[in-house]
Every structure is written in structure tokens, then in C-alpha cells.
């Protein structure tokens, strides 16, 4: 064994990985053991192959042959025609059952030596079987007799080239004398000697970027190739990726450090891309692509979608020149990302620099500071297939954007609104914001910017934190100052942004009627103070934060209050008491407008301290762009041009638009119906698979993927017994580290680090149903005692998750008291970031390959990670993956599938009429008129008096939702039709809405997720 002295914590955990992955195989085929007692046949999951007679005798279709398969095989083109003979190494062991009376009675299974053959094969175009009888002879003589086999061959000559299909098919009788378990163990079969040519990948499309080549298919297995020409079935399907270099270049990494960019950028970044041209230049010229061309026999075809891929290449070459010349020649551009790296420098901990690619982006973008009315029409789409770094890349653009706004007379309102999909925003997330503003601030104060103070806004849907805070209860949900559970209930921080001290205290100020986070470090400069951040969603509308973080859902609310008004424009005045902040429209419980219940601020309102049209945000961010899909992605898209519409009313102007995503496939049209604008994405994708200018693999281990296509039980068992034996691993490494060490090969030294990093493993289903199973499953069917299960869902309330993370990053000093297991939803793929998660169980593909990809980079985030992949290999398309298992892990984001989405759907449709026009009536019309419009009776005087008609209000609205072209004639009679029926209500002297938001067919949506966000929907 290789010696373990100067072994790095590294090396020790990718051994250590590879010795896991060895025990978990092993406790699925049974290898290692001498007897059992129990049936074998209810316990192994891998290897095993079951009689033909019993397969047959089951359903007999396809789907349960792949549940407990009677053959393994192999799918081979072979290169040249027959007759073919070829060498089939058979390998495999028996379970046999001793009486009674046996030797070791209370484990009466044992299993046999290991039964190897080397089968001689010819054959003609008819195939056969072979060998039969001498594996007859060898079962028999390892003291099982009564077992058959035989390798078969079938010829299949009506492919466009003949394949054959070599299988070792278990052919014992179900039942016989002396024979006490049909099934075969530890199955293997090895072809050599037989001359092949590839297949082509037909689930991917011919591209000039991708190899397609597959040696040979595997039925029921994985194929490994261990020398050319040889071919071996494999029971699991490993596929091991590796940690990207952020740095693919000959030349000198350009200094791209928080410090350097903070006090001398220019020379950094012109180095940087000086780099990039050069790369560009020497892959992506028609001299290397013609040299390509020639040496890959590129197709014509080939090659144009080669030279569009170039063009896209130097158009982004030529953005990020502009966005360096910018900064040259624009001080406050300069000045505002010499700020934001001082701020990111400071709250950044654990690491120094930027990753090119993150600088990249902030240069592509950069213009829509100085142009941004040019800019506004691009939605800037940042891809992540590989590599992390996404939110403190969209941090750097919004203290950037923050900055500038400050430089430039903004001197308070918001910036940005950062949107995450649904319940998908992690309180880790949000303290990386609220981290970053706290810096942004300290700095801000240091260089002596004016304007107000850098905060954060919490605007989630229903669930999370209270929309407002009342002095009397008027119904359940009303939340007061005396209410259970308040004000700690809602703390979101998890520690103080400013001096990163986990006690926090929540605090209700009834003075000025704020919820409040303050630390309790008496070292910290804000020391029992508020810290910037508001949770209430009046306390956001009341004060404006610099960031708004939140739920896409949320963004249904500006059809339903005016105070949202404030997220696309002007509020309307500040109330004169401190503290209450700026106010909107007057209502019987806020007569002056001000949001503070009770306010005695009177009538008389101070004016807004700037140009109105300046309080527009700058920036609307959309996380997880390809989550925004189906009828939520049309609901979602008449709400942005809702947005448009109202802030290009307000103030004359459009917002940015900035999205992330973790595909490419069609983005550009999911952009152009999101958000009608023309989509563009960074960085443009590299020459080849996994490599460009910004990221090229690296040695160092990432993720070793495991499918697992589990055969005979349920997939709940071999997720038990997976989970199961990762506790065992540990738990003997705990007990006896010079064992486990010596046997793993790892220096004792790092046994300690190993139980933490390996020692708590997640399970992950697709569904809440899987999730919840799998939880309860495992506390009844382990070996191991005391595993501590915890679940982090949607379901799982705010305080509780905080407690979980808390735990798994600060682990108990006792083993046996951590969390062992984290049985996740997709809530975890978005945003946890535990370096302790190294581990996974998935129970299932989930729906789609983004999902795939999100959800396991949640694992190995700093070291080696492990995923085990248990397919439900009844589904096809479970069945179609682990065929094409290497191909995926590796070319994942080429299989992700092109995103539906339409704007036109009508059902939709009738969803959000009622959101356009009330939005239009609280922000528009409302403040326009100088009146109250808050009551039918009042809206249906204004509504005389202004000649409001159906037919305009209906031209208006389709023009928004931008369905008033030619063809969207039925689009057009349907709002007409709505609005008609509105009219109706409201000139109705007898009607019985007493709001505004009662009229017509259907009031405004109430949350974005009214709609089943995966429903399918048509036009
Ligand atoms: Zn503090
Ligand atoms: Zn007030």
C-alpha cells in the first residue's frame, strides 16, 4: 500500500471517498461476506440476476425486467462482418442455504467461491448460446448445484450498422432439488478479442464541440473499457468530475484581489483581458477553426454553427473592452467599483480575490450605469454550469450599482430588487446580502459618501415574515407586538453583519413601530442598535432599503397596494414624525397616508427629498431564470411588463434587468417572453465541453457520481442500507481509526477531520411524499442506533431551518449527538452552502437536469463529494439516463431541454387582467387624480368625470401584456370582454364590493404562486 506520510487533508478525503464507495458496493452485491442470515435475495441490491423462468412468469414486460433482471449484457458494433468470435469471461457466486441442522444454524446462508469461465464464442448472423454446460459444471462444483447459465448472443442486423448483444442470462429452474436461491451473485461478464467501432450519442445533437463516441452500451450495467478492446460490465456507474481552474491561460493571472481592485484596478483588468483577446484569438480565429475543421472533419454544418459561435465569442470580447473603456473615462463609474472591492474585501471572509469570470460579468455589464436606457433593452444572463460564486457576483454588481447611485445624487430609494423563485431565497443567502450592505456601509461612511445609510429589505411571500405589524388583532393572522412567538420568531440574520457575532436579539420598538435586529456585542459599532435591515413588508415600503431581497411571488402584490408603488417609483410624501418614513395613498386606517398605525403626524406631509423619477430601482435580479417556466413563467411574465409599464409611467425609464441560470438551452426565448427584451448570456461557452478562457478542470476531485440502478428490492431499501452502511463507515472509523485508516489508506491524522466532513450525509427526494419516507424509514430499518434524522423542506418552519444550519456548520463536539442524516427537497438546492455536506442519497432523477445539477453541487462545496444516484429504473426516463450516465453527469447542461414558456396563454390571462388594471388604478390614476380611490362609489365619480371607457382601459392593457398585435385578436376580445364586465360591476349603483379589488370577474392575484407552477399551459 501506498505509503500515507504527507498525506494532505485532500488526498486523505478523496481516499477516504474511494473507500466509502468500495463498503457501499460491497454491502449492495454482498462481496466480502461468508454467510448470511438472511435471504440474500431480500438484501442485495447489486450484481444479482434472477431466473429467466421468473422473469417471464412476472408482468413479463419490459419495465419489471429492468426491477430484478435475469441477464447483464453488452451492446457492441462490431467493425467488420461475420462470422465474429470473441473471448466472454463469465464471473459469479451462489447463496446456498444450509439445512437445519447445518453448522452454523443461526446463519444458515453462505456463499460459494467465485465461479469464473472463459467462454469461447463464434458465431453467424443468427447468434446462439454458449457455454452452458461447463457453467453448469463450475456452479456444481462450488457446491451449488442445480444453477445454469449461458451466454447468449443475438444478432441485430436492422440497425443502419449490425450490433450484437452478448448476455449472461441466469437460465436455472425457479425451483429444484437441493437448489435453495435461483438467483445468481456477483455477476460480471468480460468480451475481448472482438474488433468494434464506436456508437454515436444520439441524445445529444451533432455538434462541433462534443465527442459523441460511446464504446459499447450496457444492458442492466455500466460498461468500464479497462484496456482497448476489452470490455467489462460494471454493477454501478461511477463518473468523477473535477474542481474547474478559474484561470485557462498561458499568460500571467492578472492580480485580481478585493485590495488591488480597490485602490488601482485599471492596469489589472487591461491584463486581464489583453488574456482574454488572446484566447480568443488563438481558439476561436478562422485560421483555428479552419485548422479544426480539418483535423475533427468537421461537417459544413459543423462549421457554421462554429463561426456563430465565434461571432458570439468577440461580440462579448468587444462588451467587456467597452466596460473597461468605460471605467477609464468615467470617474464615478471608477469610483463606484473601487468602492464596491473595498466593501467586498471587507466583508468577505475565507478568501481575497475574484474569480475572473466574476469580474468578467461585472465588465459585461458595467454599461448600463453610464447608457441605460440602451442597456435596459438586454436582459444579462450569468450561466453557472460549473463553479460557485453566483451570489457574490451579483453582489458585486448591485454594491457597484449602489455606489454609482450615491455618486450620482440617488441618495436613498432602492437599487435593486433581487428576486429568488418561491421559497427557494435561504436565510444564508440573505445574510450574504445583508453582509455585503454592512460593508458596503462601513465603507460608505469611511470615504464619506453622502445619501442615507446601505440597508437590506426582506419582501417574502406568505409564510415567512409578517407583511404588518397591527397595535389589535383584527383577525387570525394579524400579527402584534404581544403576538406568540414575537419579535424572535421572524429573526432572519443569522449572525450581525458588521461584526459577524451570532447573538442577536430581536426587538420590538413601539416608538417608531419597527422590528428590530440588534447586537448584543458591546465591541461592535452598532451595539445594541437596529441594524439595517427590515423584515416587515410595510417597514420596506415605509423606509425604501438600498436592496430588496425576496420571492418572485411577491410581485403580485402591486395590484393589491400602493405602497409596492415604491418598487417602481416614487412613494408619495414622508410623514413628519420620524422615523415613519414615506407614505402612499390615503386610506381610512391611514388617513395622511403614513403606514404606522395611529400616526398623530397629521396632514401636513414633508415632500420627497429627491427627483421623483430617480426613486426607480436601477436593478430587477432574477435568480434560477430557468425555474421561471410553465404557468408560473406566464403569470410571471404579464407581471413584468406590469412593472415596465408602471415605472415607465412614474419615471420615464426602464429598468436592468439581471438574471442567472443554470442552462443555456433557449434562453434568449425565454427572455424575449419573460421580459420582451433580447437576451444575452456570460461567459459564451467555451471551445469544448467544460472549457473556456474562464474555467478549464483541474486533478483535484470535485464529485464521484454513482448510479445505482437497484435490482429485486425497493428503492427505499437501498437507500436505507446506503445510508446505513455511510453511518457504518464512519462510526468504525470512530471506534477504530488504525483499522479504518490502514484499510482506506489514510493518514490517522485526518480521522478526525474525515468523521466531520463524512459524517453527515443527506438523502434528497424530489417529492415532499420521498422526503418524508425516507426520514421515518430510516429511523426504523438501520442497523446503526441513534442516527439523528432532520428534515429541511418547504415545510419546515424559518427558526427551525436557522437551528439545522446552525448545527450542521457548528457541529456538537459529540459525535452522537450531530446531525447524522439531512433528508432534503429541493429547498436545499438553492443557496445552502455546508462544507460538512459531502455525502448524498438520491432517490430518483428529479424532473429535470437543472435540478440535477443544482441540487448536487450542494455537495462537496469545498471537499471531495459522493452522490449516490438510486434511479427508479421502472421509469424510462431513469432507464434512458443510466444508459447514457457518463455523458450526462459530464454534458449535463446539453441534455437540459429547452424551456415552455408562452406569454399567451388565455388562461393565464384571465388570471392577471384584474392585477393590470388595479395596479394601474392605486399607482397611476389614483395619484394622478389628488383623490381617494378606494371605494367603488368614488372610483365610479373619477371614472365619469375622466370618460374611462372599456374599450380604452382594454387597448391600454393589452399593450401592456403586449398582446395587441395582429394575431392576438382573441387575447384582445378576452380583456375586452373582462373589462366590460368590470364596467359593468362598477357602474352597478347596487353592487356589493365595497373595494375596489371586489369588481369584476376576479379580484387580483394574491400571490404569483395562485397559479399550479407546473402545470402545463398552452397558448
Ligand atoms: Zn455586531
Ligand atoms: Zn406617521
Not at 235 to 260: C, G, I, M
Not at 715 to 736: F, G, P
Not at 840 to 858: C, D, K, N, S, Y
Not at 899 to 918: E, F, K, Q, W, Y
Request: charged share 25%; with cysteine; hydrophobic share 40%.
Amino acid at each position: 500500500m501506498r505509503s500515507t506520510n504527507d498525506q494532505s487533508p485532500e488526498q486523505a478525503c478523496e481516499a477516504f471517498v474511494e473507500w466509502l464507495d468500495r463498503r457501499v458496493v460491497a454491502a449492495g452485491r454482498g462481496d466480502g461476506l461468508e454467510r448470511l442470515e438472511v435471504a440474500p435475495a431480500g438484501t442485495f441490491w447489486l450484481g444479482r440476476l434472477a431466473c429467466e423462468d421468473e422473469v417471464r412468469k412476472g408482468a413479463g414486460d419490459e419495465r419489471s425486467e429492468r426491477l430484478d433482471p435475469c441477464a447483464i449484457g453488452i451492446r457492441l458494433r462490431p467493425a467488420s462482418g461475420p462470422p465474429w468470435s470473441m473471448t466472454v469471461t463469465v464471473r459469479s457466486r451462489a447463496w446456498v442455504q444450509d439445512p437445519k441442522d447445518g453448522p452454523v444454524p443461526d446463519k444458515r446462508w453462505w456463499r460459494t467461491d467465485l465461479v469464473e469461465e472463459h467462454v469461447s464464442v463464434l458465431t453467424g448472423t443468427r447468434g446462439g448460446a454458449f457455454g452452458a454446460k461447463e457453467l453448469a459444471d463450475a456452479f456444481a462444483l462450488v457446491g451449488a448445484p442445480g444453477l445454469t447459465a449461458e451466454v447468449r448472443v443475438d444478432v441485430e442486423d436492422w440497425h443502419q450498422q449490425t450490433e450484437l448483444v452478448v448476455q449472461l442470462v441466469n437460465t436455472s429452474p425457479e425451483k429444484a432439488k437441493g437448489l435453495t436461491d435461483s438467483h445468481l451473485y456477483e455477476t460480471q461478464i468480460e468480451i475481448s478479442g472482438l474488433m468494434t467501432v464506436p456508437f454515436q450519442l444520439e441524445a445529444l445533437p451533432d455538434s462541433f464541440r462534443y465527442d459523441r463516441a460511446v464504446p459499447a452500451y450496457g444492458v442492466n450495467v455500466g460498461i468500464d473499457v479497462p484496456k482497448p478492446g476489452v470490455f467489462r460490465t460494471s454493477d454501478t456507474v461511477s463518473v468523477q468530475t473535477h474542481r474547474p481552474d478559474y484561470w485557462n491561460s498561458a499568460r500571467e493571472k492578472p492580480d485580481l484581489s478585493f485590495a488591488t481592485l480597490a485602490t488601482n484596478p485599471l492596469p489589472q483588468l487591461a491584463a486581464l483581458l489583453d488574456a482574454l483577446a488572446a484566447y480568443d484569438d488563438a481558439h476561436w480565429s478562422s485560421a483555428a477553426l479552419d485548422a479544426r475543421q480539418t483535423a475533427d472533419g468537421w461537417t459544413a454544418m459543423m462549421r457554421a454553427e462554429a463561426d456563430r459561435s465565434a461571432a458570439e465569442v468577440f461580440a462579448e470580447l468587444d462588451r467587456l473592452q467597452n466596460g473597461l473603456e468605460l471605467m477609464r473615462t468615467r470617474s464615478e463609474i471608477l469610483r463606484a467599483f473601487q468602492l464596491m472591492n473595498e466593501a467586498i474585501g471587507l466583508s468577505a471572509r475565507g478568501y481575497t480575490d475574484w474569480r475572473p469570470f466574476q469580474i468578467g460579468f461585472l465588465l459585461s455589464t458595467i454599461r448600463f450605469l453610464a447608457e441605460p436606457e440602451e442597456e435596459a433593452r438586454y436582459v444579462d444572463t450569468v450561466w453557472f454550469a460549473t463553479g460557485g460564486g453566483k451570489t457574490e457576483t451579483y453582489l458585486g454588481l448591485l454594491l457597484t450599482a449602489a455606489f454609482f447611485d450615491r455618486l450620482t445624487g440617488k441618495v436613498l430609494g432602492v437599487t435593486a430588487w433581487s428576486r429568488f423563485p418561491l421559497r427557494l431565497l435561504s436565510l444564508q443567502q440573505t445574510q450574504r446580502f445583508a453582509d455585503a450592505l454592512a460593508a458596503a456601509e462601513v465603507v460608505r461612511k469611511e470615504r464619506g459618501v453622502g445619501g442615507s445609510e446601505f440597508s437590506l429589505g426582506f419582501l417574502v411571500g406568505q409564510g415567512g415574515t409578517p407583511n404588518k405589524i397591527v397595535p389589535r388583532p383584527e383577525n387570525d393572522e394579524d400579527v402584534t407586538p404581544a403576538s406568540p412567538g414575537m419579535p424572535g420568531k421572524y429573526q432572519v440574520l443569522l449572525r450581525c453583519p458588521f461584526c459577524r457575532d451570532e447573538n442577536l436579539q430581536m426587538y420590538f420598538d413601539r416608538q417608531r413601530w419597527k422590528l428590530e435586529h440588534r447586537c448584543t456585542n458591546p465591541t461592535c459599532r452598532m451595539h445594541r442598535r437596529a441594524l439595517p435591515v427590515y423584515v416587515v413588508d410595510q417597514e420596506v415600503f415605509r423606509f425604501l432599503p438600498t436592496v430588496v431581497v425576496g420571492t418572485l411571488d411577491k410581485a403580485a402584490s402591486i395590484g393589491l397596494q400602493q405602497a409596492m408603488r415604491g418598487l417602481v417609483g416614487p412613494p408619495q410624501k414622508v410623514c413628519s414624525v420620524p422615523w415613519h418614513g414615506f407614505t402612499y395613498a390615503e386610506r381610512w386606517k391611514t388617513p395622511n397616508g403614513c403606514l404606522v398605525p395611529d400616526c398623530q403626524g397629521g396632514p401636513v406631509l414633508k415632500p420627497l427629498p429627491m427627483d421623483a423619477r430617480r426613486f426607480a430601482p436601477s436593478l430587477r435580479l432574477q435568480d434560477e431564470l430557468h425555474l421561471l417556466r410553465d404557468s408560473l413563467g406566464a403569470v410571471d411574465s404579464h407581471y413584468e411588463s406590469l412593472l415596465d409599464h408602471l415605472q415607465s409611467e412614474l419615471c420615464g425609464s426602464q429598468t436592468k434587468i439581471v438574471a442567472s441560470s443554470a442552462t443555456l438551452t433557449g434562453y434568449d426565448r425565454q427572455v424575449d417572453v419573460l421580459y420582451r427584451r433580447q437576451g444575452r448570456v456570460f461567459p459564451q461557452p467555451g471551445p469544448r465541453p467544460g472549457e473556456s478562457f474562464w474555467t478549464v478542470p483541474a486533478k483535484q476531485p470535485l464529485r464521484r457520481f454513482v448510479a445505482v440502478a437497484p435490482r429485486g428490492v425497493t428503492l427505499e431499501h437501498v437507500s436505507d442500507r446506503t445510508l446505513d452502511t455511510l453511518q457504518h463507515c464512519i462510526r468504525d472509523l470512530l471506534k477504530d481509526p488504525t483499522m479504518v485508516c490502514a484499510e482506506a489508506g489514510v493518514d490517522p491524522r485526518h480521522a478526525d477531520m474525515l468523521i466531520s466532513q463524512y459524517g453527515t450525509n443527506v438523502v434528497y427526494g424530489t417529492t415532499l411524499y420521498d422526503v418524508e419516507a425516507a426520514g421515518r424509514s430510516l429511523g426504523s430499518n438501520n442497523t446503526v442506533d441513534g442516527i439523528n434524522v432532520e428534515q429541511l423542506t418547504g415545510q419546515t418552519d424559518f427558526d427551525e431551518v436557522r437551528g439545522i444550519l446552525e448545527r450542521l456548520e457548528h457541529p456538537e463536539d459529540d459525535f452522537d449527538e450531530r446531525v447524522h442524516v439531512v433528508a432534503a427537497s429541493s429547498m436545499l438546492s438553492h443557496g445552502v452552502d455546508v462544507e460538512r455536506l459531502n455525502t448524498m442519497v438520491m432517490l430518483g432523477l428529479p424532473l429535470t437536469t437543472a435540478e440535477f445539477i443544482q441540487t448536487t453541487a450542494r455537495v462537496g462545496r469545498r471537499h471531495p463529494g459522493l452522490v449516490y444516484v438510486l434511479h427508479k429504473i421502472g421509469r424510462e426516463r431513469d432507464a434512458q439516463t443510466f444508459r447514457h450516465f457518463g455523458p450526462y453527469v459530464r454534458q449535463g447542461d446539453r441534455f437540459v431541454d429547452a424551456i415552455p414558456i408562452t406569454r399567451r396563454s388565455r388562461r393565464v390571462l384571465d388570471l392577471t387582467i384584474a392585477g393590470v388594471v388595479a395596479a394601474r388604478i392605486l399607482m397611476l390614476l389614483e395619484p394622478a387624480s389628488r383623490q381617494r380611490l378606494s371605494t367603488p362609489s368614488r372610483l365610479r365619480d373619477y371614472a365619469r368625470n375622466a370618460g374611462l371607457i372599456p374599450a380604452q382601459e382594454a387597448a391600454t392593457v393589452a399593450e401592456v401584456l403586449g398582446l395587441d398585435g395582429a394575431e392576438d385578436t382573441l387575447h384582445k376580445q378576452q380583456i375586452l370582454d373582462w373589462l366590460k364586465a368590470w364596467f359593468a360591476d362598477l357602474e352597478d349603483p347596487t353592487t356589493k364590493a365595497r373595494f375596489i379589488s371586489e369588481l369584476g370577474p376576479n379580484p387580483p392575484m394574491r400571490s404569483l404562486r395562485d397559479v399550479e407552477a407546473t402545470a402545463p399551459i398552452h397558448d
